[in-house]
Each structure stands twice: as C-alpha cells, then as structure tokens.
C-alpha cells in the first residue's frame, strides 16, 4: 500500500494497492490540509497529521479512523 495526500483537504489522503494501482479507500476527516502521512512500523496503523491541528490514527486495512489527537488551543 501506498498513502497520497493532497492540498485539497476535502480529498483528505487516499490509499492505494501498489500490485493493483488501484484506491482502495479515502481517509477524510480532516478539516485542513493534510501536511504529512505515514505508515506506522506496525503497519496495522496510518497516521496524518494536519493544519487542523489535529493528528489522527487510521485503521490500515480499512480506513475507519482509530483515535485522534487534537491540539487546537482556541
């Protein structure tokens, strides 16, 4: 698998099938553009974080979101 984010945050990050080419799901949530996506070393979990100040913690197998941190101080 292979996670693409874009700068249009309504899109949020996708992931897609590396053998396939094919998206296999979208990570929306997000409220702000996503700045940075990762595979955790477990890869069971993909993490973004955000200009929303929020990081949020994603199920790698099918998306649904796990956990989310926000840092917002307003």
Not at 6 to 16: E, F, I, L, P, R
Request: glycine content about 6%; aromatic content about 10%.
């Amino acid at each position: 698998k292979i996670i693409t984010v874009s700068w249009d945050y309504k899109n949020g990050a996708q992931v897609w099938s590396v053998e396939s080419g094919l998206k296999l799901f979208d990570l929306a949530g997000h409220t702000d553009y996503i700045s940075c996506a990762m595979f955790h070393p477990d890869n069971e979990t993909i993490i973004t974080g955000s200009m929303d100040n929020t990081v949020r913690f994603w199920n790698a197998r099918n998306g649904n979101q796990k956990n989310e941190i926000n840092n917002n101080t307003d």
